[in-house]
């Protein structure tokens, strides 16, 4: 039965009546998942593959029905002024929908808790007293733990209530961070809204500073567009892109929380590293050109030099007949399978198949009657084999790029009017690998390998692809994500002031060009929601040096006393310094993080140690026992902490290749505290922050 059937605005301990309808729906929630469970598919399937299939699926439900103790089912309800979607009535009562992480039902199928995504619980996130969008009331449960202890009303529609920030959507916000990243179902903003509920035709770019939440919203995003186009979405697929594994391990829990249990996730290495295995590394000015789109043209060069024009005519014998087709003719199949620019792979099938077609006409024309098998026959004789294996050979991507980066003569042939000699040298091995199997392929030349890879064979598309810290991605990386959303679209976030690789992003223009997606839509969020605006306002100072023209984020968190910036006599002293910061911040409910230098960890983690501290590595999941995380400032980005401890912030710049670069680094390491920063130094500042 519809909600508003339990309660009447009588009703003399609203609260009591809440948690009788949570405790309510959690029983329906368990009925529901029994009854998943009691499916039996013994005599509904044709055959053990059906059956296997269908038990599949029946078990990936019960898995999403599960009820999570400290996950509170609903967190809202909306008591509208009219019935939902019927003609207005004078007098008519409003309904009240209970909105929560996912959709629960009675026994008779009546809703008791709404989906988040359902578009009758849109006004929870964008109803305002300027547009109320039919809303008399808007309640917000607070909870402690899996209990629900408190509720707030706001009256969209009374002109007597004076407007106000509500308590429990900014303890949310604020609440302690233990354990890994949470969803924010509950907290969405209207501008984060928008961009969630956005279509699935479209690829989205978001353009996000620190603190405004941009990666929950792309998670949020996949997790609407499986509810909205689920059926589409199971046929082709989705998968998020992040920078690292401690990044994906940080966030996998997010899209289980909301009932979504089938999205992939992965790293660019991930997705281009299974033709070889990465064991070497490149300097930063090989892989910067490495990385450049020029050497995706480059590669298509070295790949058509391949195909070679016929000198010879074919000779097919059938039986006691011979059937000649000349050079001339094969070269003119040749050259139109080049001016289709179809892939190489394709084309090396499409030949046979060309010249046993020219042996079917002079069959006919000889007055024989013969028939596709005969054509398949004919493409398969030695004679039509040779001819295309010298004319359009069989090429191997790994082998395509182990000779490009081995052979001076060979890049220099097809990376002429594309690269400089400096360039060409930078890219070339000194020692040249033997094979592909004992090459020390690097990350960049992965990369390389799956763009030869698809120039041969078209890579399979997905139907939507999430990008985080899209920021820190080359030309050629792009590249190789777009390929996996080549017919679906994308959401890419990032921040381009946290770009801290040498061939980061300097537009999301040329980002979205490289992807593929240059007409995506780019969205940006300037406020702030995580971070407290002292210490952003602090880390701002940066923004005209690493990425000038970039809007501020605008913190709406005030909390006074969140900064503090020590200086430490010497560095002898600094060791000490930090260990007794991290003492103090321990002493705060939450996770701790220690931000440093990656050339600083080991000395910190042993000065911690020597302490009596045990800490985590970047990614291991925190718990009320053990909070403190020892963070390298290359593996930074992405993750928060509640409180964060900075080491020695001339150590993070100078651990880059230049200062810009070591400046977002520290700039990303400034950005990670949820609700207080401590900065330790013994070297001065950064001018900027002086």
Not at 46 to 69: F, G, H, P, T
Request: glycine fraction near 8%; include cysteine.
């Amino acid at each position: 039965m519809p909600a508003h059937e339990f309660e009447s605005d009588t009703t003399t301990d609203p609260l009591a009546h809440e948690r009788a309808h949570l405790a309510a729906s959690r029983a329906a929630l368990r009925a529901m998942r029994e009854d998943a469970q009691a499916l039996d598919i013994t005599d509904v399937t044709a055959n053990w593959v059906n059956a296997a299939v269908l038990q599949a699926q029946i078990d990936e439900r019960i898995k999403s029905l599960a009820d999570l103790a400290h996950t509170p089912l609903f967190f809202g309800r909306l008591d509208y002024l009219h019935v939902v979607g019927a003609e207005e009535a004078e007098g008519a009562e409003g309904e009240q929908f209970y909105i929560g992480r996912r959709h629960v039902h009675d026994a008779v199928g009546d809703p008791m808790v709404i989906d988040w995504r359902a578009p009758v619980s849109q006004p929870f996130y964008r109803a305002s007293r300027n547009d109320p969008l039919d809303v008399g009331r808007r309640r917000r449960f607070g909870y402690t733990g899996g209990d629900l202890t408190a509720y707030e009303d706001e009256h969209l529609t009374d002109p007597a209530e004076a407007e106000q920030t509500s308590k429990l959507l900014q303890a949310e916000i604020e609440r302690p961070r233990v354990g890994p990243m949470r969803d924010i179902v509950a907290t969405i903003q209207p501008e984060q809204d928008e961009i969630v509920r956005s279509g699935l035709g479209g690829t989205v770019c978001v353009q996000g500073g620190p603190g405004t939440g941009k990666t929950a919203v792309g998670l949020h995003r996949v997790a609407y567009l499986l509810y909205a186009h689920r059926e589409r979405l199971a046929r082709t697929g989705t998968l998020v892109v992040g920078p690292n594994r401690s990044f994906l391990h940080y966030i996998e829990q997010v899209l289980p929380a909301l009932g979504e249990l089938e999205v992939k996730q992965a790293t660019v290495e991930d997705l281009v590293g299974a033709q070889v295995e990465v064991r070497g590394t490149d300097e930063a000015r090989a892989a910067v050109v490495k990385g450049d789109a020029r050497m995706a043209e480059v590669l298509r060069r070295a790949l058509r030099s391949h195909v070679t024009l016929p000198t010879e005519p074919v000779m097919v014998v059938r039986g006691s007949r011979r059937w000649r087709v000349p050079a001339y003719e094969i070269e003119e199949m040749v050259q139109e399978l080049l001016a289709r620019d179809m892939r190489y792979g394709a084309a090396h099938e499409a030949l046979p198949q060309r010249i046993a077609h020219a042996v079917l006409v002079r069959m006919e024309e000889a007055g024989e009657a013969p028939d596709d098998r005969v054509q398949n026959a004919v493409a398969r004789t030695p004679a039509v084999k040779a001819a295309v294996k010298a004319v359009w050979p069989a090429v191997d991507p790994a082998k395509l790029v182990l000779r490009l980066l081995s052979d001076p003569e060979f890049l220099a042939a097809h990376a002429e009017g594309l690269l400089s000699e400096d360039e060409q040298k930078a890219i070339l091995w000194t020692r040249p690998a033997r094979g592909v199997k004992s090459a020390k392929w690097s990350a960049a030349d992965a990369v390389l390998i799956d763009e030869a890879a698809d120039l041969v064979a078209r890579t399979h598309s997905l139907g939507h692809v999430v990008i985080d810290e899209a920021q820190d991605l080359s030309p050629m990386q792009y590249r190789a994500v777009g390929r996996r959303c080549s017919t679906g679209s994308a959401t890419v976030l990032g921040d381009l002031a946290q770009g801290t690789t040498p061939w980061s992003t300097q537009s999301w223009e040329q980002a979205l060009h490289h992807l593929g997606k240059a007409d995506a839509v780019v969205e940006e969020l300037t406020a702030g929601f995580r971070v407290p605006r002292d210490v952003i306002a602090y880390a701002s100072r940066l923004l005209p040096v690493i990425s000038p023209g970039l809007t501020a984020v605008e913190s709406v968190r005030e909390s006074p006393g969140s900064l503090s910036v020590r200086r430490v006599a010497d560095a002898e002293a600094l060791d000490a310094a930090v260990v007794a910061a991290c003492e103090e911040s321990l002493g705060h409910e939450g996770s701790i993080g220690l931000i440093a230098a990656d050339a600083r960890i080991p000395a910190l983690a042993g000065a911690l140690a020597a302490a009596g501290h045990s800490c985590l590595s970047p990614g291991q999941e925190t718990t009320a026992e053990s909070r403190l995380t020892l963070v390298p400032a290359s593996l930074a980005k992405g993750l928060e902490y509640d409180y964060v401890v900075l080491d020695e912030p001339a150590a993070v710049v100078d651990g880059e290749p230049d200062e810009r670069t070591g400046l977002r680094r520290l700039y990303v390491g400034l950005t990670r505290a949820v609700s207080g920063l401590m900065v330790l130094h013994s070297a001065p500042l950064p001018e900027e922050l002086a």
